[in-house]
T-cell receptor, first 114, second 108 residues
Framework: ETGVTQTPRHLVMGMTNKKSLKCEQH?????MYWYKQSAKKPLELMFV???????ENNSVPSRFSPECPNSSHLFLHLHTLQPEDSALYLC?????????????FGSGTRLTVV | DAKTTQPPSMDCAEGRAANLPCNHS???????VYWYRQIHSQGPQYIIH???NNETNEMASLIITEDRKSSTLILPHATLRDTAVYYC?????????FGKGTMLLVSP
């Protein structure tokens, strides 16, 4: 365990389903991130939250909807996904946005869209 | 963020030092060099970072050239568990952007 917990670890969903990914950290960090890693591609930043406020949205399609109710929890709500959205979704946290030495990543959710 | 160039893959014998190079010729004065690694199907793990001076911690050493245009990550005694993709990232205060990294394979 790294201090950042992601659930579920694996998820298979149909294109018409609605599901949510959860990320939780109790490191006292104030910034949280969603990254996507498709097969054999680099990590792509999706969203950044700093003190519960969204500060970056990297042109992510609206079928991905993030939610950050407090500094310890981050969700990614999924609906009407496409097969090409199948990927490893990684959550990370850091003391604050800009504290780049201290990113702690979770183990990720392996998502398969069928 | 300045771009970095890393070899796509490297091999290292177990117990030997692994020296991973990174070129960052367009680095700005306020940008740090960060190293992370990603073991297969896990999230990336922070290793070390530096601005100008060489740095060492329990995992690795970071050597930055005087002109700051390149750096080397050194794993002094590589083990099989060090097999991973190693990312060299240059950043000021913007969110980390990961490239393709170097796939280090440590063999017995």
């Amino acid at each position: 365990e790294t201090g950042v917990t992601q659930t579920p670890r694996h998820l298979v969903m149909g294109m018409t389903n609605k599901k949510s990914l959860k990320c939780e950290q109790h490191l006292g960090h104030n910034a949280m991130y969603w990254y996507k890693q498709s097969a054999k591609k680099p990590l792509e930043l999706m969203f950044v939250y700093n003190f519960k406020e969204q500060t970056e949205n990297n042109s992510v399609p609206s079928r991905f909807s993030p939610e950050c109710p407090n500094s310890s929890h981050l969700f990614l709500h999924l609906h009407t996904l496409q097969p090409e959205d199948s990927a490893l979704y990684l959550c990370a946290s850091s003391e604050g946005q800009g504290h780049n030495y201290g990113y702690t990543f979770g183990s990720g959710t392996r998502l398969t869209v069928v | 963020d300045a771009k970095t160039t890393q070899p796509p893959s490297m091999d290292c014998a177990e117990g030997r030092a692994a020296n991973l190079p990174c070129n960052h010729s367009t680095i700005s004065g306020n940008e740090y060099v960060y190293w992370y690694r990603q073991i297969h199907s896990q999230g990336p793990q922070y290793i070390i970072h530096g601005l100008k001076n060489n740095e060492t911690n329990e995992m690795a050493s970071l050597i930055i050239t005087e002109d700051r245009k390149s750096s080397t990550l050194i794993l002094p005694h590589a083990t099989l568990r060090d097999t991973a993709v190693y990312y060299c990232i240059v950043s000021g205060y913007s969110t980390l952007t990961f490239g393709k990294g170097t796939m280090l394979l440590v063999s017995p």
